[in-house]
């Protein structure tokens, strides 16, 4: 690292939309220990940053913000406790809380090493910015709390997503039956290439009429619920006794309510959940980074890259990403 070196850095100061986002220079942080510097190659963008910009996410900013939890890069700098990574490494940056002081959106980051992992040979920057918070976040629900297993039923709301994609792959990987839902029909076609073995567009078809029509009464074993709303109450009843439904999002902005007699009826589980379950859990944090780095380079995950974006392009960036035309991911590249 140079003396001195400016960084730019992308942040906001205050809430609101995309034209919040400016790039500032900041001066290069400070290596501990067991930290890793990184010269950042590309940046995933995620849903919850938007809303995080918003002041509509679980975590709150501390201004001047910064944002984005996913990147990929080059290590250049490794603290002294450090020995699992090397200099020139090329590496993936697992997300960990606190957005306002890690946020990953800058040319270079310091970030601790228990977050960084390598980046799998076959994976490009981009897709190595584009795998970690989608896999993570249906790792944790599909696997360690849904224990998803051959031939179960698994819906799959807001699928074109790329959390919606990694569970699809990953409820396929696991030997599942992945049902998706998507708004309209216009994206049906790409979410079945995708690897859904249905897929009901709620705005033109009835989602439990569709669901009993696939399923049949009471063989819905795990939903995966990015929406919640009033559509839970349907999902609810589509689900087999004692199954589980996890909702992880809320783009619904409609309230939620919960399907009390249902849930009785069928001996349901209903629950809220999110990613950072699993990165507090070092168990659970040491699994799923050993399940997505095999899938990865397995390649029975695969990142899924709908449109990448220039750094300095960065607020028309997140204009594209609340336009929902996305399937997939949308990434931010650097020179």
Not at 48 to 71: T, V
Not at 228 to 257: C, Y
Request: glycine letters at 8%; hydrophobic letters at 45%.
């Amino acid at each position: 690292m140079s003396p001195g070196k400016l960084i730019r850095t992308v942040r906001f100061h205050e809430l609101g939309g995309p034209e919040v986002l400016t790039i500032d220079s900041l001066a290069s942080p400070s290596l501990q220990a067991t930290d890793v510097r990184i010269a950042v190659k590309a940046v995933g963008l995620n849903r919850a940053d938007a809303m995080f910009r918003r002041g509509h996410y679980i975590e709150k900013a501390d201004f001047p913000s910064r944002i984005g939890y996913e990147a990929s890069g080059i290590v250049i700098e490794v603290g002294e406790k450090v020995n699992h990574l090397r200099i020139g490494e090329e590496v993936c940056i697992v997300p960990q809380m606190g957005l306002s002081q890690n946020g990953c959106y800058a040319e270079e980051i310091v970030v601790p090493s228990e977050y960084v992992a390598p980046k799998p040979a076959g994976l490009t920057f981009a897709e190595g910015a584009a795998a970690w918070m989608q896999y993570l976040t249906a790792y944790g629900a599909l696997v360690e709390i849904a224990n998803v297993q051959k031939g179960d039923s698994v819906l799959i709301t807001a699928a074109s997503s790329s959390v919606g994609l990694a569970a699809i792959q990953i409820v396929n990987s696991l030997g599942g039956i992945p049902i998706a839902t998507t708004l309209t029909g216009a994206k049906k076609a790409a979410v079945l290439k995708a690897g859904a073995a249905h897929v009901i567009a709620t705005q033109e078809e009835p989602l439990l009429d569709s669901l009993r029509s696939i399923l049949g009464a009471n063989n819905l074993k795990v939903a995966f619920d990015a929406v919640g709303g009033p559509q839970i109450a349907e999902i609810a009843e589509a689900m087999s006794p004692e199954g589980t439904i996890i909702v992880h999002g809320a783009l619904s902005p409609e309230i939620t309510p919960f399907p009390l007699k249902i849930a009785l009826r069928k001996s349901l589980t209903v629950r809220g959940y999110v990613f950072t379950e699993v990165i507090k859990d070092i168990e659970r944090f040491r699994r799923a980074k050993q399940f997505i780095h095999s899938g990865l380079s397995e390649g029975t995950l695969k990142p899924v890259i709908d449109r990448s974006f220039k750094f300095e392009e960065i607020v028309a960036a997140h204009h594209y990403l609340e336009s929902n035309q996305q399937i997939g991911k949308i990434v931010v590249e650097l020179d």
